[in-house]
């Protein structure tokens, strides 16, 4: 069956501009999570989604990262004013409960210039 | 805010070899993941436990919740199981889990 998928796998910007990434998750998983990764780095926790809710957003690092998921399912990561420092890999994570393993999607590797 | 610590770093051994990676971290938890990520690849959950000890093929992985450190080993390594291995913790409240706290991984090359 189909897995996490998200788009577009790479997206190269200019510093200062908008940028959207999407995430579709696992059809059926209610827990949607996103993380960024930098270079050499682990994962860092950004936001959970739990249907159309976010349940935690505690780690987005500040207000220029805004995500939706309207429908409860597909979700979208916005980043306004990109800068340089936003340049990582974006994660996108689902689950079809509570308890249950997170399914990763292959990321999208963004890149500010 | 749970710090996840992962060892070794980097790891090089010869095909055949048994590799353990350890990991520890701070805070109580509910659940740990191991994951694997190979170069330029997405992320693929290995195990996730809570107590005890999980065996999938040559894949074992041991949690200590008192000592609040687990291992992953690897027996009879294979240079195709080069890649970074992450440790990650959940916590769970009454809504679900919390987003996973990851250690910066372990790089393993397996040389043949």
């Known amino acids: 069956g189909a897995g996490v998928s998200q788009t577009p796998s790479n997206k190269v910007t200019e510093k200062g501009k908008y940028v959207e990434l999407r995430c579709d998750p696992i059809s059926g998983h209610t827990a949607l999570y996103w993380y960024r990764q930098s270079l050499g780095q682990g994962p860092e926790f950004l936001i959970y989604f739990q249907g159309t809710g976010a349940a935690d957003d505690s780690g987005l690092p500040n207000d220029r990262f805004f995500a939706v998921r309207p429908e409860g399912s597909v979700s979208t990561l916005k980043i306004q004013r990109t800068e340089r420092g936003d340049s990582a890999v974006y994660l996108c994570?689902?689950?079809?409960?509570?308890?249950?393993?997170?399914?990763f999607g292959p990321g999208t590797r963004l890149t500010v210039l | 805010k749970n710090e996840v610590e992962q060892s070794p770093q980097n790891l090089t051994a010869q095909e055949g070899e048994f590799i353990t990676i350890n990991c520890s971290y701070s805070v109580g938890i509910s659940a740990l993941h191991w994951l694997q990520q190979h170069p330029g690849g997405g992320i693929v959950s290995l195990f996730m436990l809570s107590s005890g000890k999980k065996k999938h093929g040559r894949l074992i992985a041991t949690i200590n919740i008192q000592e609040k450190h687990s291992s992953l080993h690897i027996t009879a390594s294979h240079p195709r199981d080069s890649a970074v291995y992450i440790c990650a913790v959940a916590m769970y409240s009454g809504g679900g889990a919390d987003g996973l706290t990851f250690g910066k991984g372990t790089h393993l090359i397996i040389q043949p």
């Open positions: 994570a689902s689950t079809g409960g509570s308890y249950n393993e997170q399914f």
